[in-house]
């Protein structure tokens, strides 16, 4: 991928953060749950009880130490515009969900749903779109993902889904606080790696990497055979 792909990537996320938030916000700006998502969040949220456990342990991948956490081991790998970025990623979280709870004024469903399920620790009340959780996992997988290859970029976007399910399951938030968290945290990401740049691979180098693997591929086939 060039630079330039690169970069468009990163303006498009970050574009399409905004659009994702906005019709979240546009939707849940009267502060209620309407019915299409009241039927979402119920399917989640009166699930079996057996999932408290693990999700309330899963929703521990979106506090606000992970990004530090990361940053810290990308700085040990010496990966100096990650770790950056995972810090940007971090204090952009802190401003940017400040701002849209002063734009979009919803509590948490132990207040707005009359039967919503709060499991754990979990708040009743208190500030719901968008989820600080969901914007933080989100943003962090988009700066890591293009660091990573083949199946493991599948990882960081599985975390997403997880905590974004899990803090609907524990009655922390409903579904457009998390899918406007996801927006958020699109902004925010795409934002880190156009301030700090994302390395790639010059063709040169792309197609030496591309003939050592075709070698390695064909040397494991050679064994088997």
Known sequence: ????????????????????????????????????????????????????????????????AVGPIAAAVAAILRRWRLALAFVLVTGGKLIAERIVWQLVVRSRPGTTVSDAIVRGNTPSGGASFVSGHVVLVT????????????????VPWAVV??????????????????????????????LANLA?????????????????????GATEHEGAA
Do not use: K
């Not at 700090?196 to 390695?216: I, L, T």
């Open 196 to 216: 700090v740049g994302v390395p790639v691979a010059r063709p040169a180098e792309a197609a030496v990497q591309r003939e050592v693997q075709r070698e390695a």
């Open 139 to 154: 943003g962090l997988a988009w700066v890591l993902t293009p660091y990573l290859r083949g199946g493991w970029r599948v």
């Open 1 to 64: 991928m060039s630079m330039f792909r690169r970069r468009s990537l990163d303006a498009y996320a970050s574009l399409g953060g905004v659009g994702l938030l906005g019709f979240c916000a546009l939707v849940a700006r009267d502060g209620t749950v309407d019915p299409p998502e009241l039927t979402v969040f119920h399917a989640i949220n009166q699930l079996p009880e057996f999932l408290s456990g693990p999700m309330q342990g899963a929703q521990f991948l979106g506090v606000l």
């Open 161 to 190: 889904a997880l905590v974004a399910f899990a803090r609907v399951y524990l009655g922390a938030h409903a579904p457009l606080d998390v899918l406007g968290g996801i927006g958020v945290g699109l902004l925010v990401g795409g």
